[in-house]
C-alpha cells in the first residue's frame, strides 16, 4: 500500500471521507486572525488550547514550515441548537484525535491534528495549557495557529462564509498535519 492510501485509510477508518491533500506551503498564517481570537472571540483565555495557550504567529508559521505534507477535512452541518451543536463537534473532535494517534502508532511521530472547532472535551475548561485535564487529546483549532482558514480552504476549492444566524449551514475545517 502506498503511504497516501495508507494514509487515507486510516482516516476513513475513523468514519471522515470528506477531504483534500494540501501542500503546507499553501497554508497562510496571518497576523489578523490572532488579532480576531485576541479582541472578539469569548474562548480567548479561558480554552486551554486556545490563544494565549497557543505559539505566537512567528512560531505557528515555522510549525507548518517543517512538513511536506497535509490533509484538510470538511465538515458541512446546520445545528441550530448550541447544546447539540457542541455534542456533534465534541464527538467529531475525538475521532480526529483518535486518527493522530493510530497515524503516530503506525510509525508517523510528526502527526498533528488541528481540531474543526474548540476543543470542549471537558464539560468545564480551564485558562492555562498546564492545568489541561486531557492533554494527549485536546488540540487547537488552525485558527488557534493563526491560519486564515478562509483563504487557505478556498485554495482547495472547499466552501466556507461568514455566518450570520445559527441556522445557516456551518463548513467546519480541521488540519492534519503528517510526514
Ligand atoms: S481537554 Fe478539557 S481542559 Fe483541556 S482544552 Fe479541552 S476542554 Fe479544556
Same mark, same amino acid.
Given at each position: 500500500?502506498?503511504?497516501?492510501?495508507?494514509? #487515507?485509510?486510516?482516516?476513513?477508518?475513523?468514519? +471522515?471521507?470528506?477531504?483534500?491533500?494540501?501542500?503546507?506551503?499553501?497554508?497562510?498564517?496571518?497576523?489578523?486572525?490572532?488579532?480576531?481570537?485576541?479582541?472578539?472571540?469569548? $474562548?480567548?483565555?479561558?480554552?486551554?488550547?486556545?490563544?494565549? $495557550?497557543?505559539?505566537?504567529?512567528? &512560531?505557528?508559521?515555522?510549525?507548518?514550515?517543517?512538513?511536506?505534507?497535509?490533509? =484538510?477535512?470538511? +465538515?458541512?452541518?446546520?445545528?441550530?441548537?448550541?447544546?447539540?451543536?457542541?455534542?456533534?463537534?465534541?464527538?467529531? $473532535? =475525538?475521532?480526529?484525535? /483518535?486518527? #493522530?494517534?493510530?497515524?503516530?502508532?503506525?510509525?508517523?511521530? /510528526?502527526?498533528?491534528?488541528?481540531?474543526?472547532?474548540?476543543?470542549?472535551?471537558?464539560?468545564?475548561?480551564?485558562?492555562?495549557?498546564? #492545568?489541561?485535564? /486531557?492533554?494527549?487529546?485536546?488540540?487547537?483549532?488552525? #485558527?488557534?495557529?493563526? =491560519?486564515?482558514?478562509?483563504?487557505?480552504?478556498?485554495?482547495?476549492?472547499?466552501?466556507? &462564509?461568514?455566518?450570520?444566524?445559527?441556522?445557516?449551514?456551518? $463548513?467546519?475545517?480541521?488540519?492534519?498535519?503528517?510526514?
Amino acid at each position: 500500500m502506498t503511504r497516501i492510501k495508507r494514509l #487515507e485509510t486510516i482516516a476513513r477508518h475513523h468514519g +471522515f471521507t470528506d477531504f483534500k491533500w494540501i501542500d503546507p506551503k499553501a497554508i497562510i498564517v496571518s497576523q489578523w486572525v490572532r488579532m480576531k481570537c485576541e479582541y472578539g472571540c469569548p $474562548n480567548y483565555g479561558r480554552i486551554a488550547s486556545c490563544p494565549p $495557550n497557543t505559539p505566537t504567529v512567528e &512560531e505557528c508559521r515555522r510549525f507548518f514550515a517543517e512538513y511536506h505534507t497535509g490533509m =484538510v477535512f470538511h +465538515f458541512q452541518q446546520v445545528i441550530k441548537d448550541t447544546r447539540k451543536r457542541r455534542a456533534w463537534s465534541t464527538k467529531v $473532535n =475525538v475521532g480526529l484525535s /483518535k486518527v #493522530e494517534r493510530d497515524l503516530f502508532l503506525a510509525g508517523y511521530p /510528526k502527526a498533528f491534528m488541528f481540531f474543526q472547532g474548540a476543543c470542549r472535551l471537558c464539560a468545564e475548561c480551564v485558562a492555562a495549557r498546564a #492545568e489541561c485535564k /486531557k492533554p494527549e487529546l485536546s488540540r487547537p483549532t488552525p #485558527e488557534a495557529m493563526a =491560519v486564515d482558514v478562509f483563504a487557505t480552504v478556498r485554495q482547495l476549492g472547499y466552501p466556507i &462564509e461568514v455566518l450570520t444566524d445559527r441556522s445557516d449551514q456551518m $463548513n467546519r475545517y480541521a488540519f492534519l498535519m503528517v510526514e
